[in-house]
Nanobody, 121 residues
Framework: QVQLVESGGGLVQPGGSLRLSCAAS????????MGWYRQVPGAQRELVAD???????NYADSVKGRFFISRDNAKNTVYLQMNSLKPEDTGVFYC???????????????WGQGTQVTVAS
Protein backbone atom coordinates (compact mmCIF):
# COMPACT_ATOMS: atom_id res chain seq x y z
CA GLN A 1 0.00 0.00 0.00
CA VAL A 2 0.90 3.67 -0.07
CA GLN A 3 1.48 5.98 2.89
CA LEU A 4 1.86 9.76 2.76
CA VAL A 5 3.44 11.57 5.71
CA GLU A 6 3.20 15.34 5.84
CA SER A 7 5.20 17.78 7.93
CA GLY A 8 5.95 21.48 8.20
CA GLY A 9 2.67 23.06 9.20
CA GLY A 10 2.27 25.51 12.05
CA LEU A 11 1.45 29.05 13.08
CA VAL A 12 3.00 31.93 11.16
CA GLN A 13 2.41 35.66 11.01
CA PRO A 14 1.04 37.32 7.87
CA GLY A 15 3.84 37.86 5.40
CA GLY A 16 5.80 34.91 6.74
CA SER A 17 6.85 31.67 5.09
CA LEU A 18 6.41 27.97 5.68
CA ARG A 19 7.61 24.89 3.86
CA LEU A 20 5.49 21.76 3.77
CA SER A 21 6.88 18.33 2.96
CA CYS A 22 5.12 15.11 2.03
CA ALA A 23 6.97 11.83 1.78
CA ALA A 24 5.35 8.92 -0.02
CA SER A 25 6.28 5.32 0.73
CA UNK A 26 5.11 1.93 -0.41
CA UNK A 27 4.25 0.88 -3.93
CA UNK A 28 4.95 4.09 -5.87
CA UNK A 29 4.60 3.97 -9.64
CA UNK A 30 6.41 6.24 -12.05
CA UNK A 31 3.26 7.69 -13.64
CA UNK A 32 2.11 9.96 -10.85
CA UNK A 33 1.14 13.44 -9.80
CA MET A 34 1.64 14.78 -6.30
CA GLY A 35 -0.12 17.82 -4.97
CA TRP A 36 -1.37 19.89 -2.07
CA TYR A 37 -4.97 20.68 -1.25
CA ARG A 38 -6.38 23.03 1.38
CA GLN A 39 -9.55 22.59 3.36
CA VAL A 40 -11.34 24.93 5.74
CA PRO A 41 -14.34 24.02 7.91
CA GLY A 42 -17.55 23.73 5.94
CA ALA A 43 -15.85 23.74 2.56
CA GLN A 44 -14.54 21.19 0.10
CA ARG A 45 -10.88 20.55 -0.37
CA GLU A 46 -9.45 22.74 -3.06
CA LEU A 47 -6.32 22.38 -5.10
CA VAL A 48 -3.42 24.58 -4.08
CA ALA A 49 -0.76 23.19 -6.41
CA ASP A 50 0.30 19.95 -8.03
CA UNK A 51 3.26 18.62 -9.97
CA UNK A 52 3.66 15.70 -12.33
CA UNK A 53 6.54 13.26 -12.30
CA UNK A 54 8.05 15.20 -15.20
CA UNK A 55 7.85 18.46 -13.28
CA UNK A 56 4.84 20.12 -14.88
CA UNK A 57 3.20 22.35 -12.27
CA ASN A 58 -0.26 23.74 -11.76
CA TYR A 59 -1.28 26.41 -9.24
CA ALA A 60 -4.48 27.89 -7.90
CA ASP A 61 -4.79 31.52 -8.99
CA SER A 62 -4.80 32.67 -5.36
CA VAL A 63 -1.28 31.36 -4.72
CA LYS A 64 0.49 32.05 -8.01
CA GLY A 65 3.70 33.94 -7.42
CA ARG A 66 3.68 33.18 -3.68
CA PHE A 67 3.71 29.38 -3.43
CA PHE A 68 6.12 27.06 -5.20
CA ILE A 69 5.78 23.30 -5.50
CA SER A 70 8.70 20.99 -6.16
CA ARG A 71 9.53 17.31 -5.83
CA ASP A 72 12.41 14.94 -5.34
CA ASN A 73 11.59 11.82 -7.32
CA ALA A 74 14.41 9.84 -5.76
CA LYS A 75 12.84 10.41 -2.34
CA ASN A 76 9.19 10.34 -3.52
CA THR A 77 8.78 13.63 -1.70
CA VAL A 78 6.89 16.76 -2.66
CA TYR A 79 7.44 20.19 -1.14
CA LEU A 80 5.35 23.32 -0.96
CA GLN A 81 7.20 26.55 -0.27
CA MET A 82 4.68 29.11 0.90
CA ASN A 83 5.77 32.75 0.97
CA SER A 84 3.96 36.01 1.70
CA LEU A 85 1.34 34.07 3.63
CA LYS A 86 -2.05 35.65 4.18
CA PRO A 87 -4.72 34.89 6.81
CA GLU A 88 -6.92 33.49 4.03
CA ASP A 89 -4.29 30.80 3.41
CA THR A 90 -5.22 29.26 6.76
CA GLY A 91 -6.50 25.71 6.62
CA VAL A 92 -5.59 22.06 6.79
CA PHE A 93 -3.23 21.18 3.97
CA TYR A 94 -3.47 17.67 2.58
CA CYS A 95 -0.96 15.91 0.37
CA UNK A 96 -2.39 13.85 -2.47
CA UNK A 97 -0.81 11.23 -4.70
CA UNK A 98 -2.50 9.99 -7.84
CA UNK A 99 -0.81 7.31 -9.88
CA UNK A 100 -1.19 4.67 -12.54
CA UNK A 101 0.79 1.49 -13.05
CA UNK A 102 0.44 2.07 -16.81
CA UNK A 103 -1.36 4.61 -19.02
CA UNK A 104 -4.26 2.23 -19.71
CA UNK A 105 -4.86 1.28 -16.06
CA UNK A 106 -7.14 3.21 -13.71
CA UNK A 107 -5.77 5.96 -11.50
CA UNK A 108 -5.39 5.32 -7.78
CA UNK A 109 -5.66 8.15 -5.25
CA UNK A 110 -4.08 8.49 -1.81
CA TRP A 111 -4.27 11.24 0.82
CA GLY A 112 -2.09 12.23 3.73
CA GLN A 113 -3.45 12.90 7.20
CA GLY A 114 -3.29 16.68 6.83
CA THR A 115 -1.23 19.39 8.50
CA GLN A 116 -2.63 22.59 9.96
CA VAL A 117 -1.41 25.92 8.66
CA THR A 118 -2.56 29.00 10.56
CA VAL A 119 -1.68 32.50 9.43
CA ALA A 120 -2.46 35.02 12.15
CA SER A 121 -0.91 37.93 14.04
Amino acid sequence: QVQLVESGGGLVQPGGSLRLSCAASGNIWTINTMGWYRQVPGAQRELVADITGRGRTNYADSVKGRFFISRDNAKNTVYLQMNSLKPEDTGVFYCKLEQQSSPWNPTSYYWGQGTQVTVAS
